[in-house]
């Protein structure tokens, strides 16, 4: 089952803009974890956040998670062409940490 | 990072035959190994956990007898797509964490692109 809701489903922005997408779960995780899938290709791991942390940063990606409210967010900030991809969020179970469902995912489209 | 290899990236097959997909980790010892299923536009979903050296557990719904899963090897899973129909044209991804190194993130392969005819 599909563990995880993203919205929005769909995201288009100019070049240089900063493009916000959230996630939201439902049962306690260990962690929460951000992917990138190129049209046709595999997922790209982007970044982990642990339960116990409420922001991350990895280069041009802010990752936020409120586990209170079961949410987290992925901010690309200044955006460029090659940023154009579906992200998705992901989460395990306690129980079994390694066990990934999926979110419906985000498009971006970064517009030159 | 770890690289987890996808063989082959796309299949044409016939109704009625089998195709086998590989997934293999280049360069660490995956113990288990996941098996997913994406249609256009959509999520993941997960089909089943390949484990080495034991069966592999299905989730609901997956048909163990359509989608046979063998894990021979701590480097390579396989998955056959038995007596294959225009229904099971998808794109199948498998991945691999490298937990000897006690890493949760998920490396995945290239994704197979399965159509049948």
């Known amino acids: 089952s599909q563990q995880g809701e993203e919205d929005p489903q769909a995201l288009s922005i100019q070049e240089g803009e900063n493009a916000t997408m959230n996630c939201s779960y439902k049962t306690s995780i260990n962690n929460l974890q951000w992917y990138r899938q190129n049209s046709g290709r595999g997922l790209v791991h982007l970044i982990l956040i642990r339960s116990n942390e409420r922001e991350k940063h990895s280069g041009r990606l802010r990752v936020t998670l409120d586990t209170s409210k079961k949410s987290s967010s992925l901010l690309i900030t200044a955006s460029r062409a090659a940023d154009t991809a579906s992200y998705f969020c992901a989460t395990a179970p306690r129980s079994n940490d390694y066990k990934l469902s999926f979110g419906a995912g985000t498009t971006v489209t970064v517009r030159a | ?117």
Not at chain 2, 41 to 62: F, H, I, P, R
Not at chain 2, 69 to 82: D, G
């Open chain 2, 1 to 117: 990072g770890a690289v987890v290899s996808q063989h082959p990236s796309w299949v044409i097959c016939k109704s009625g035959t089998s195709v086998k997909i590989e997934c293999r980790s280049l360069d660490f010892q995956a113990t288990t190994m996941f098996w997913y299923r994406q249609f256009p536009k959509q999520s993941l979903m997960l089909m089943a956990t390949s484990n080495e050296g034991s069966k592999a557990t299905y989730e609901q719904g997956v048909e163990k007898d359509k989608f046979l899963i063998n894990h021979a090897s701590l480097t390579l899973s396989t998955l056959t797509v038995t007596s294959a129909h225009p229904e099971d044209s998808s794109f199948y991804i498998c991945s691999a964490q490298d937990r000897g190194r006690g890493r949760t993130e998920a490396f995945f392969g290239q994704g197979t692109r399965l159509t049948v005819v």
